[in-house]
Nanobody, 119 residues
Framework: EVELVESGGGLVQPGESLTLSCRASGFNFRYTSMTWARQSPGKEIEWVSSISTRGDEAQYLYSVKDRFIISRDNDRNTVYLRLNNLRTEDTATYYC????????????RGQGTQVTVGS
């Protein structure tokens, strides 16, 4: 059974940083591209970033490019998303998916981790 468990969210002030983690199991993580997406209240879910199987290729939503960094550790079956210089508009529930950018919406996802920026 596929399982994705996100963690690392929290309440931070604008300009601060967080690192999100997604621990995966139940599928061959090493050969699976991974994606992070986010959803703010009342909005559609939004793709944020994807990473290739070996971690040598990454893609980013334009508004997070140069602030967020996606990475993975295939020995730990974990994908990360480093969120730097956070803005209030980054407030959302962040989810990881076990697919790349093209078909992530149809893939499995975890329960999400909440990131809140500002008071």
């Amino acid at each position: 059974e596929v399982e994705l468990v996100e963690s690392g969210g929290g309440l931070v002030q604008p300009g601060e940083s967080l690192t999100l983690s997604c621990r995966a199991s139940g599928f061959n993580f090493r050969y699976t591209s991974m994606t992070w997406a986010r959803q703010s209240p009342g909005k559609e879910i939004e793709w944020v970033s994807s990473i290739s199987t070996r971690g040598d290729e990454a893609q980013y939503l334009y508004s997070v490019k140069d602030r967020f960094i996606i990475s993975r550790d295939n020995d730990r079956n974990t994908v990360y998303l480093r969120l730097n210089n956070l803005r209030t508009e980054d407030t959302a529930t962040y989810y990881c998916y076990n697919h790349g950018k093209m078909y992530w919406k149809n893939a499995a996802r975890g329960q999400g981790t909440q990131v809140t920026v500002g008071s």
